[in-house]
């Protein structure tokens, strides 16, 4: 189906070719010089600046990726004002927004360009998979909140989109050689073309591996591999005609590393992931119109409860918009979309669960006046979820129509956005998401266990429904040219209905029959609310000084239904969230030198481990960067993280480890 | 007392007089800038050296002004994205024999009369002042501070043949 989608898209774009119009990508480069502020799309689908996009929005440039040492998105994301990290393993970090994060964190959709990174099968993101290295990203949009209206299934907690440079706009090429503590070695390499006039593509390729931390937990040794990560990506835009053009991204990784799966047990894991996409712009006289299409194959080997495990997981993605502005005042995008998902159960084979999403979406964006723009978006789902194969004995006597079942959800972004001086502005958004069962939960997992001490069959759940987040917010920032920055305050609330639960070996949720073995799934398990708020401020002093500070507090408040507990199925989210976290940052730089500091507190929170919350006590990071500029466009820099202490224990896991590095770096 | 109020307020003036020039130029400068840049989001619009008539009233001192800090600013040519501004002094009466491909006009001009001229030779006008574009005299109103805005009034662009990029439509405010 895929290959027809690429044929039909191909000979789409040739039939454009005789068109006599005009096609265009976003040239986000020419659009923040002009603009002298970030440019985002992930807003609504439509360009807008970061300052009057109707959602509650963060962008890191492609300088902060630079001067900020890391060498993973995690860490970068991590000095994002309410962003949580949990970081598990030298490999695997889980990543959330303003709490409910855990492992294998559900709630926040991941993005390159656009095309999902977010892993279907279990609903979370390795982002070692990501194919991109960070010298090839343009900027990083953090959209907190929900925003399915744009994105989907499962943008609930917020959105991650990397957005990359553009070939056809930007000329850029780079080799990094980069070595630390713990046996860390890097190598990348990317190298911009342009094959005439009309053909432009970027190349890039990488290379990492480093000793896993030490494993203090108890766990057995052989659960711990050295990560390892290897990356190739290929990004070409082809201008067909004056107003059309093809856009084709292709993304590799092969990964090694540690994870921890959602019921908090490392397991080792081998990481496949290959994605194409194709996207066909065509700036005509009825608006934007682009469609694309993108497939991503992903095989992992892992285990369960020490069984081996190899997840298949293909997704296929079709859709299609316009963007247009009506009169002066009114922006409008239309699009639908189709998706198809399966996967193979496991680790047990026999049966393949899958579902197709049709999906229709709509956005308007009014300008009312010189200062205040209203903004209403909402997209529609429906899915079509199904079985196939075989069941293995010792689950209960079901059939595949159990898993003929369609799920209709609606979702919408309502914001506001008010210039009320040009200094001043308000912003209040109001937005309904959902989190879609994973492929696992719904019945992907399919796992017998007959142990001299343990009986029973762990599988997903079909009858599981999604958990719909509401959030509502309001955000006021003032530009401050007294300090060379700004400042900004908001007010968060959130409710979370049908709260997934994980199965857990001591509540059966099927009982055992002389037939079958008792059950223990995924089940919904109640409703938890959120709410809290967040301070920002930056600046700049003279002499080449920045900074910026902030901090998020949240309160969660769980409510289990009757007969469950939040403790008991992994989603004990006000234990498991720390109420207080806060970054500051503080760098300088002169045209040779540059240096910058990280410093991240995060509170006291409680994490699972051995099937039981430990307690993990506040505690406080440092990072830092020193870069000295060379002749012919080289930079050697010396960072680090994690480097207050030798080890860190930051989540009821491995301790972090510091890790320091040495970077030699050409951008030309 | 008095006499010390007025040393100060002489001061203070004299202080404002000696800055207005750099700030004006300064303000100009990015004003080109953004100008330039909103140009070449132009469906079909100028790349490379690009002529600029800068649109003076001789008459109006706060006209010759500007006019002498967006000349200073264009220098010997002005980089903005894909174009290079190349500036021409031209008066407001003598908009209609220029070969400028765009004109800046500067505030405190006849708006209208340009604007007319301007029209009937499909000309692109950009002025620093929102009234010349709110007005239907000029295209594009450019302004840099506290944040960039850009205006485009799409009768007249319309007027002048000038149809801007899907995405930087959306951008921009339109009346």
Known sequence: MFKSFLFAGAAAGLALTALPASAQSIDYGSLELLFNEPVTTSATGSPQRSSQAPVDMDIISADEIRRSGATDLPTILSRVAGVDVQA?????????????????????????????????????TAW???????????????????????????????????????PKFDDESFATVRAGTGDYQELALGQTLKLGERLSARLTAGSSKEDEWDNNTGSLDRLFLDPERLTANVDAVAQLSDKVELRVEGGYASTIQTDIISTYAYAPAKYLNHSVKGTLSWDSQFGLIQASAYQNDLTVKTEIAAVPTRYENTIQVFSLQNLFKVGAQHTFRVGVEQRNNEMPTAPMPGGIISYDVMSVSGMWNWQVSDTLSLTA??????????RQGRFPVGLPPVTNALWDRSLKETTYN??????????DTFRATYARGVQLPTLVDLGGLQLVAVTPTFRGAFTGNPTLDPTVVTNFGLGYSRDMP???????????????EDVKGQPNGVQADSPATPISLPVYSFVNIGESEMRGFELTA??????????????????????ADRGYNTAIRYAAFSETTPEHRANVNIGWANELWSVDTFARFEGDKSLYYNAALQPVEGHMTFAGRIARELPNGMTLAVSGQNLLDDAQRQTSGLAAERRVFMTLSKDW | MFTRYAK???AVLCATALALPAVAHADAAKNLQVAGRALTFLEGGPTGATRMGVVFDPSKPASVAEKNAVMAAIGSGYDAGAIKLVGTAVEAGAVGGSNAQVFFVTSGVNYAAVGAAARGKKIIT??????????????MAVATQPKVEIIVNRATASAVGAAFKAAFRMMIKEV
């Open chain 1, 482 to 496: 007294q300090i060379g920055g700004k400042v900004g305050i908001k007010l968060f609330a959130q409710k979370s």
């Open chain 1, 414 to 423: 309502l914001g506001a956005v008010w210039s009320a001086t040009p200094s």
């Open chain 2, 8 to 10: 100060s307020a002489s």
């Open chain 1, 88 to 124: 598990w393993s030298a490999g695997h970090t889980d990543v959330g927004v303003r709490g409910y994060n855990q492992a294998r964190s559900a709630r926040l959709l991941v993005l390159v360009n656009g095309r999902q990174a977010y892993l279907d099968h279990y609903g979370y």
């Open chain 1, 377 to 386: 978006a909402a997209r529609h789902d429906a899915l079509d979820l199904q």
């Open chain 2, 126 to 139: 950009i002025s620093s002042d929102a009234a010349c574009a709110t007005s239907g005299a000029c295209v």
């Open chain 1, 538 to 559: 930056e600046g700049q002093v003279a002499d080449g000084f920045h900074w910026s500070a902030n901090y998020v507090f949240t309160d969660i408040e769980d409510s």
């Open chain 1, 128 to 166: 070692t998979t990501l194919p991109v290295r960070l010298e090839e990203i343009r900027q990083i949009e953090v959209v907190k909140g929900p925003n399915s209206a744009l994105f989907g299934f499962n943008a609930v907690a917020g959105v991650v989109n990397i957005i990359t440079y553009n």
